[in-house]
């Protein structure tokens, strides 16, 4: 969402709505809100729907394809909702900063994890 | 004392101090469920083949809830955006949904629960298994000492590995019946609490930590609507920023969600 000192009246209408409103100019519009809303809600279902029907479609042996497809489509549902309902594509440097920390270490983790998972060690035995 | 930049912005970071808070522990948040994510792939790959569970959770219900949670996003995104055009009533109405959209998730969340908890595998002493949910136990069973029955909807499979996949047409087409079972006949009897097997561990685990943060969130929201909105009247300006660092924490438990959805539903 976006910074403080809200003005206590609507201005005009903008097309978007705007991040830091009072610190940057602009005012809050609640309609365009609602405009946003409904496109990203619309925008779910249908990444939901689509989600769901690979899951079931017939794509060959194994679950490497679905699994990477299904993945791909919930990175674009997470998109959604970071950009435009937490307003991350209009923050302060500073959260890009902290947030580029945590994409390095994220990415580690999975790194490192993926990589563990080519080579157990000799005599590990599941169950 | 007054706590310093509470609504305006600090010169240094450019944000208000709870935002800058919020942003850090968000960020020790993905790590903390990045770990769990990590070991899910771990014991996903490192599962013998065939023995990773497929289709066990009901994608009807994961789906609504998944439709749920992008409802509350939004109704939070607007209980704030009311704020900052100062309507008090609208703010009110949207986060009052918010709640609802929450407790509905949960109600739904414990639904599922429940149905793991009653449905149960047993190995049977003549090396068959039955799989079901569970109908009644007798006044008397006690398997200790081999004493009563136990009655299930479910089936008889010859293999356990058939368990696995609910999703392979001899599963879909399989016949659900009420079976009684003496406790004579039985050698192990486990329900799909989060023992029975690494899927469930991990299931529970993850979707636990999850919800207790719905919880939580749940719980913060609701006494900002409630008795923290006194401060509406005030400090408009700081109430706006608390609705505001409120709903970052609620749409990062939506992100979560939107990967846990697909994870264990839908893969």
Redo the contacts between chains.
């Keep these: 969402?976006?910074?403080?000192?809200?003005n206590?009246?609507?201005a005009a209408p903008s097309p978007v709505?705007t991040h830091a409103?009072a610190?940057e100019g602009h005012?809050?519009?609640?309609h365009s809100?609602?405009r946003l809303?409904a496109v990203?809600?619309v925008i779910?279902?249908c990444t939901?729907s689509a989600?769901?029907a690979?899951?079931?479609a017939h794509l060959g042996e194994g679950?490497t394809l679905?699994?990477a497809l299904?993945?791909a489509?919930?990175v674009i549902?997470?998109f959604l909702?970071?950009g435009y309902?937490?307003h991350l594509l209009s923050e302060?440097?500073?959260?890009y900063t902290?947030?580029a920390?945590?994409v390095v270490?994220?990415i580690g983790?999975?790194g490192?994890?993926?990589w563990?998972?080519n080579g157990?060690p000799p005599g590990?035995v599941?169950? | 004392m007054e706590i310093p930049y509470t609504i305006e912005n600090r010169p240094d970071t450019g944000i208000y101090n709870a935002k800058l808070g919020i942003w850090l522990f968000l960020a020790s948040e993905v790590m903390l469920f990045g770990g769990l994510f990590s070991a899910y792939v771990l014991l996903r790959v490192g599962a013998e083949p065939g023995m990773w569970p497929h289709g066990w959770l009901n994608v009807t219900l994961g789906t609504i809830n998944t439709l749920l949670l992008a409802l509350s996003a939004i109704t939070t995104l607007l209980a704030w955006a009311a704020c900052k055009v100062r309507d008090f009533g609208k703010f009110k109405f949207f986060h009052a949904c918010t709640i609802l959209l929450a407790l509905t998730f949960l109600g739904i969340k414990s639904y599922e629960y429940h149905d793991k908890w009653i449905h149960y595998e047993i190995a049977l002493a003549n090396g068959k298994f039955a799989d079901g949910h569970l109908v009644e136990k007798s006044a008397d069973f006690d398997l200790a000492k081999k004493i009563g029955t136990v009655t299930i909807h479910g089936r008889f499979v010859e293999d356990r590995k058939e368990l696995m996949d609910l999703r392979s047409p001899e599963a879909q087409s399989a016949k659900l019946e009420e079976h009684t079972i003496a406790a004579a006949d039985i050698k192990k009897l486990e329900n799909y609490g989060p023992k029975h097997n690494t899927f469930t561990a991990i299931y529970f685990t993850l979707t636990g930590l999850h919800a207790l943060h719905i919880l939580g969130g749940t719980l913060v929201i609701a006494y900002l609507w409630g008795p923290g909105s006194r401060m509406w009247r005030r400090d408009p300006e700081r109430f706006t920023n608390r609705i505001e660092v409120s709903g970052l924490f609620w749409h990062f438990v939506d992100l979560v969600w939107i990967f846990l959805f697909p994870v264990l539903y839908l893969t």
């Design positions: 969402m976006s910074d403080t000192k809200a206590s009246a609507p709505p409103p610190a005012a809050v519009n609640l809100y609602f809303c990203v809600f779910v279902l939901t989600m769901i690979t899951s079931f679950w679905k699994v299904i993945l489509i919930a549902n997470a909702v970071a309902l937490m302060k440097k500073l959260v902290v947030l920390f945590t270490f994220f983790l999975m490192l994890t993926v563990a998972t157990f590990t599941s169950h």
